[in-house]
């Protein structure tokens, strides 16, 4: 009976734990390694944008990239350069949402920039 009881307490100390650790927490901005990550994020948009709408877009390079906690996760907004088929290349204003060190990441936004 005593066992049963031991078992039964470290399950539901355990249950608590995990209850309380599996709230969101943003992290810190600067926990983010500098330098790699706007490249990887801007080819991921690139790949995701082109495998859902068909399109045979090939990643040129990234600029004006802005990374800030969102929701648990971080937020990369970024001005993507694509080029399509023909080589031709075009500015695309970016919004991507991620989990670093996961694979929980999402294209919110991509966005051609229109040039007058």
Do not use: C
């Amino acid at each position: 009976m005593r066992s049963l009881a031991a078992v039964l307490f470290v399950v539901l100390a355990t249950l608590v734990a995990g209850a309380a650790s599996a709230r969101p927490v943003d992290p810190p901005a600067a926990d983010m390694p500098a330098g790699t990550h706007a490249p990887q994020i801007a080819r991921f948009a690139v790949l995701v944008y082109s495998m859902n709408r068909g399109a045979k877009l090939k990643y040129v390079g990234v600029s004006g990239s802005d990374v800030r906690p969102h929701q648990g996760g971080m937020r990369y907004r970024m001005v993507v350069t694509a080029a399509d088929a023909g080589g031709a290349t075009a500015q695309y204003q970016v919004l991507v949402w991620g989990i670093p060190g996961t694979y929980q990441w999402m294209l919110l936004e991509f966005k051609k920039i229109k040039i007058h």
